[in-house]
Each structure stands twice: as structure tokens, then as C-alpha cells.
């Protein structure tokens, strides 16, 4: 047991960075059990462990890991409250959100006046955070079992919920990793006649996340 | 929860579904991925027995339609491919599960799985669903197996130090058992046996005795390790005047490195004889220059190398003594030059750490035999070559530079006479250079030649 503050460790980067990682493998295998991309160009990876499917293709990799760059900040500061993958048909109407609420523990926040010490068990740390992420992407790998099938020809987007000033630090950091982020549409961020299906609650020191999807009622346009 | 039945070979259905719906692994509401897991202490019961609920449960639900299932079973058995029959254990979807059973030669067993709702894409989640539970009892994993023997008992601690300890203490006994094929081998000698056997079947009894009769004047002399030594020494006479005959020289190489392994790793016999005939020793050596895994100490294997090739006598008398002594001369009339004998070698078989600096020296002295084997040989080495070009500026320049090359016996034979071109190397780069240092100075005055003969030429017309 080690008595630790926030400062010390930084732990808003370390948050950001194991969030980013596992919002990365959890957006490869989304699109790969929802069949938003062939399954072709998907290839087993290990990944807490465990065998989860991660895309060979170059640019739709890279516009995942540019975009979980840019969420990265956000994470830290404990700015972003959700990260929301939506996959959507060809009118580009959304049929189904993925939707990743995460939120950070009050002490750990970095807004707080008077960061108060912790009492982190380190030894155990982050072996517990692993199992519950693992538990996590096995949900999403059965969840074909609640949801219906897409249409053919989906394609998605990740939309970030934020607070309103950090929309200003998005643009800054916008300018400088020449990846350009916009204001949602309305109808990508609201879904008519959405059906609420939860997915998996995490709960650790470090982060609590919800996991739930929005599914259209009628999926086939 | 269902903690306190006990099963039997059939339970009713509905027990079944309770025990299922609150068991743990069961993702209510919406996710179903159920299987049996690996260790159920609080349910008492064998694999077997989740099998069978599985199957009952999967079932019924399907006979009643309530909900879609999808289950995964587990198929194995014998399969043949490609000749080769091996037991195949395979996890196949349902809609696979005929066509794995057909391509199998005999099914030893077929049972569900796993059951869930979604159409599985990939075996990742059923891995991914008891990786916890499995991670939590890696050892107690085969506890609830069906698979039971009433006899067997894990063994203590002490018990598995004393199985480690007699495997690594095979060498004398394994070395009394090759004396004794190796006597057994010499026996015939109308036929010639391959591999190491042959070595020691091929020369007369009288060679043997005689031998003999030298051992047992040596023996009298020598106290310590007769035992092993009684056995060897008639087995050494032969296989030692084997080695020097052609036919035993045929026989195969590996037979050869294994002695002279062996050779190495003796630790009792270390001396070598005055004057070792070069003959005997190039094919030992040869194949030492071959093998690069060698062990034991530099000075002892060197020595037995070239004290490999002595007679019987001296080879004995080596054997018998398990100490440093130098071995009296071969017969330089053989050919062929064979260290020591197998039961002998192999007791000294024990690999010991030292072996690879043995390896640089003898593959200079191996190059001087001549007559050792009829068997050729195919060897890399580096040689001095010369190569000449014509560079950017157009001068020729000669370098020099070694480039590895096979070769065989015979071949090196007739350059064994010539000098190793170690020593006019370092001149000979520096020759080259020279050479177009000056090559250059004629191009650079060719070309001054036909332009202005020198830089004041500027000046002086001013």
C-alpha cells in the first residue's frame, strides 16, 4: 500500500493512457462483431490476454489512433464524459451508438482545490483494471446476442461529449495535429426511437466506465 | 444456488436450468455464454456432468423454442493425414460439427461445449469467459477430471529430487551396458554391423587377445577402476584395431564423432602419446573441425585427440589408468585413427562447459593427414583471393580479401603442402594500394597534359 497524490504520479496520464488503449481495441472490435468492415481485413491480436481482433487495414487505423490522440487530453484533464461510437446506414442516420461514459473518482480529479492522498494498493492496481477491462470486451463480443443485425454498407464515426470550455482547447489541439474535429450534427447525436441496452459497468480506483448501446428500433431503411 | 446437490448420471431439466441461471459464469438478461468450468468446488461434481446438463438443457430449450441458442462442441478422435495418425481435439460450431466427425477416422468423444445466444465469430470469447477461473485454479484445473486412478499419488518433494538425481547419474551404467554391446558386436565377424557396432566387428580375435593379455598385465598395475576397465579392454582391441582398418573407415561419420566426442568428455584418460601419428588424427579432427558443439577442457581434449590413434595397448593402458598419463605410440602401418572406445567414451560423455575452444585448434592439425578416410569430406574455409576491378575513376585496382570456399579431403590434401597465406596477407593490401595510388598519379598526369601545365601559368601572362 503506498501512499501517493495525484501530482505525484500523474495520474491523469496514466488514466488517459490505459483509457486510450482500451477504447482502441474496444473500437476494432466493435466494428469487427458489428460487420461495419469485412472480416477479412481483421486479424487475431492479444491484448489483456486475451485474443481480441484488430483491423490490418493502414488508414482506418490510423484515423482510430488519431482520434483517440486527440480524446487523450481530454481524458487526462477529466473533460470527456463520453466517447460514443456510432455506426450509421447510408443516409447517414445512426442505427446503433456504442456509448463509453467514463468518469474519474473526485479525489483523483485534478480540478480538486486540495488534492487529497490516496491509499493506492499499486501491487494490485492495475492487475484488477486488466480483468475488468478484459470483462468488458468480452461483452462486446457476444453482443451480437442482444442487438439486430445492421444494414448493409454502415459505416462510423466516434463522437466525443465534453464540456464546453474544453471545446476551445480541442480547437488548439486541433491546429496542431492538423486532424480536424467539428461540433456533431444533431442527428448523429440523437437517435429516434433509441432501445437502451447496457452492456457492462467497471468500477475501479482509477475510473468507473459504463458500457450500454442505443439501438434504433427499426434498423432496416 | 445449487450448492448442495448432488449429481448423478441424469438430472431433471428444470434443475439443470436453475443451476445454470445462478451459476456465475451466467450473463442474465440478454448475454448467455455458459461453460462448464474447469473447477466447481461448490458444485462436487466432474466435467462430465456439466457435459450432460449442457446437452439436456440445449435440448430442451430447443424443443421448446423459447430461446435461440447456439452451442460449440468439442470433437475428438483419431485422424489421419498424410499418412500420419494423431489424436485431433478440435472446438467446431454446430453447423461444423458433421463435417469434423466425418473427416476423423474414429470419434473417441463428442460433447457440447459451450452454450450462448450470439453466433460466435471466433473462438476469442470462449477463451476469454474462464480465463479468470482458470488463471485462479491453474492447478487444481485436472481435480474434478472425469480421468481418476485410485493408484495414482503425487509424489513428494524428496521423492522427485531422487528421480532427478538417478537420471542424471546414467553414465557409468549406461557405459557398462555399450561395453557389453560392443562385446557382443565383436563376436561376429563374418558381418559387418553399421553405425558403432561395425567398428568393433570387423578385426580378428587375435588382436583381442593380445590386447587382453596387455590389459591384464595392466591391470595388475593399475588398482583403481577395474571393474568398468575389465569390460572395456576386449571391447577396445577390437574397435581400436577397427579403427585403423579401410573398411571400418567407411563406416559412418557419425559413428566416428561420436567417439571422438566422447574422447573429450572422458575425464580419466587426458595423456596422449609422444608421437601420435598424423594419419590417425585427421578424421577425428575433421570431424571436430565439423561439429562446432564441443565440450571439455582445451588440454585434456587436445591431448586425447591426438592420443586418439595409439594401439590397443596404449589405449588400454589408458583406459585402465583414470588419471593423466601419456599414451604410448599408434601403430603408424593404420590408416584411420579412432580415439577411444565407445563403452569408455561414453562414460566420459557427461557434457562439461569448455567445449568450443577446442574446435579452433584441430582443424589445423586435421588439415596435415592425408590417408585417413575414403570418404570425402566437404569443408568451408577462408582463402586469400584477389580480385581485380576497374573503380569510378577508371584506374584497375587489385584487392585482396578472404572469401570462404568449400573443399574436401582429397582436395586439401594437395594444398596441405602449401604454406597457410596468413603472413603475406599484410603486405599484399598494402601493394594494391600503392598500386593505385600510382595508377591515379598517371591518370592525373594524363589529364594535366592536355590542360594548362600549371596553376601560375594564370600568373605569368599577367
Known amino acids: ?221 | 444456488m445449487a450448492e448442495s446437490h448432488t449429481w448423478g448420471p441424469c438430472q431433471p431439466s428444470q434443475t439443470v436450468s436453475n443451476v445454470i441461471q445462478n451459476h456465475p459464469h451466467y450473463l442474465p438478461f440478454n448475454v448467455l455464454l455458459f461453460k462448464p468450468p474447469p473447477v466447481n468446488e461448490s458444485m462436487g461434481s466432474s466435467q462430465c456432468v456439466y457435459f450432460r446438463m449442457l446437452y439436456h438443457y440445449l435440448d430442451q430449450k430447443r424443443k421448446e423454442g423459447s430461446a435461440r441458442l447456439h452451442a460449440t462442441y468439442l470433437v475428438s478422435g483419431k485422424f489421419v493425414e498424410n499418412g500420419t495418425t494423431s489424436h485431433k481435439v478440435s472446438v467446431v460450431r454446430e453447423d461444423q460439427l458433421e463435417d469434423a466427425k466425418s473427416k476423423m477416422s474414429l470419434t473417441v468423444s463428442v460433447h457440447v461445449y459451450s452454450v450462448q445466444k450470439a453466433v460466435l465469430k471466433d473462438s476469442g470469447p470462449l477463451y476469454s469467459a474462464d480465463y479468470d477461473a482458470v488463471k485462479e485454479n491453474l492447478r487444481n484445473c485436472s481435480r474434478y477430471s472425469a480421468i481418476r486412478c485410485a493408484d495414482a499419488v503425487p509424489r513428494s518433494s524428496a521423492e522427485v529430487l531422487q528421480a532427478c538425481e538417478t537420471t542424471q547419474a546414467p553414465p557409468p551404467e549406461t557405459e557398462q551396458i555399450k561395453a557389453n554391446h560392443s562385446n557382443l558386436a565383436s563376436k561376429p565377424t563374418s558381418k559387418q554391423p553399421k553405425g558403432i557396432m561395425g567398428m568393433f566387428a570387423n578385426k580378428n580375435v587375435s588382436k583381442n587377445q593380445d590386447s587382453s593379455k596387455e590389459i591384464k598385465l595392466e591391470q595388475k598395475d593399475d588398482a583403481p577402476v577395474v571393474e568398468t576397465s575389465k569390460t572395456k579392454p576386449a571391447a577396445k582391441t577390437n574397435p581400436v584395431s577397427n579403427f585403423f582398418g579401410k573398411q571400418a573407415a567407411k563406416k559412418p561419420d557419425k559413428s566416428i564423432k561420436e567417439e571422438v566426442e566422447i574422447a573429450r568428455t572422458s575425464s580419466s584418460v587426458v595423456e596422449k602419446p609422444s608421437s601420435p601419428p598424423p594419419k590417425a588424427e585427421t578424421p577425428v579432427k575433421e570431424e571436430l573441425a565439423k561439429d562446432a558443439v564441443v565440450e571439455k577442457d582445451i588440454r585434456s581434449k587436445t591431448k586425447r585427440l591426438e592420443h586418439s590413434d595409439s594401439e590397443e595397448e596404449k589405449s588400454e593402458s589408458r583406459r585402465m589408468k583414470r588419471r593423466r598419463i601419456k599414451k604410448p605410440e599408434p601403430d603408424s602401418s593404420d590408416d584411420e585413427v579412432i580415439p577411444d572406445s565407445p563403452p569408455r567414451l561414453q562414460e566420459k560423455r557427461d557434457p562439461s562447459p569448455i567445449p568450443e575452444i577446442q574446435v579452433k585448434k584441430e582443424p589445423v592439425a586435421v588439415s596435415h593427414s592425408d590417408e585417413l578416410s575414403d570418404c570425402k569430406r566437404r569443408k568451408r574455409r577462408r582463402v586469400l583471393k584477389s580480385c581485380t576491378f576497374v573503380d569510378d575513376e577508371g584506374c584497375i585496382v587489385t584487392e585482396k580479401g578472404y572469401e570462404s570456399e568449400s573443399y574436401s579431403e582429397t582436395e586439401d590434401d594437395f594444398k596441405v603442402s602449401k604454406p597457410t597465406p596468413k603472413n603475406p596477407n599484410p603486405p599484399k593490401p598494402s601493394t594494391g594500394k600503392k598500386e593505385e595510388e600510382k595508377k591515379k598519379k598517371a591518370a592525373a598526369a594524363s589529364n594535366k597534359s592536355t590542360k594548362q601545365a600549371s596553376i601560375t601559368g594564370f600568373f605569368q601572362k599577367k
Open chain 1, 1 to 221: 500500500m503506498t501512499t501517493l497524490t495525484r501530482q505525484d504520479l500523474n495520474f491523469g496520464q496514466v488514466v488517459a493512457d490505459i483509457l486510450c488503449e482500451f477504447l482502441e481495441v474496444a473500437i476494432h472490435l466493435i466494428l469487427y462483431v458489428r460487420e461495419v468492415y469485412p472480416s477479412g481485413i481483421f486479424q487475431k491480436r492479444k491484448k489483456y490476454n486475451v485474443p481480441v481482433q484488430m483491423s490490418c487495414h493502414p488508414e482506418l487505423n490510423q484515423y482510430i489512433h488519431d482520434t483517440l490522440h486527440c480524446v487523450k487530453p481530454l481524458i487526462e484533464k477529466n473533460d470527456a464524459e463520453k466517447v460514443v461510437v456510432v455506426i450509421m446506414d447510408k443516409e447517414h442516420h445512426p442505427v446503433e451508438r456504442f456509448v463509453f461514459e467514463i468518469s474519474q473518482p473526485p479525489l483523483l480529479s485534478i480540478r480538486h482545490p486540495r488534492p487529497t492522498p490516496i491509499r493506492i494498493p499499486s501491487d494490485t492496481l492495475l492487475s484488477h483494471v486488466e480483468q475488468l477491462l478484459r470483462a468488458v470486451i468480452l461483452k462486446i463480443s457476444v453482443c451480437d446476442a442482444v442487438l439486430e443485425n445492421n444494414p448493409p454498407g454502415c459505416t462510423f464515426t466516434v463522437l466525443v461529449h465534453t464540456r464546453e470550455a474544453a471545446t476551445r482547447n480541442m480547437e488548439k489541439v486541433q491546429v496542431i495535429k492538423d486532424f480536424p474535429w467539428i461540433v456533431a450534427d444533431e442527428q448523429e447525436v440523437h437517435m429516434q426511437e433509441p432501445r437502451l441496452i447496457p452492456l457492462k459497468t467497471m468500477t475501479s480506483d482509477i475510473v468507473k466506465m459504463q458500457l450500454y448501446v442505443e439501438e434504433r428500433a427499426q434498423k432496416a431503411s
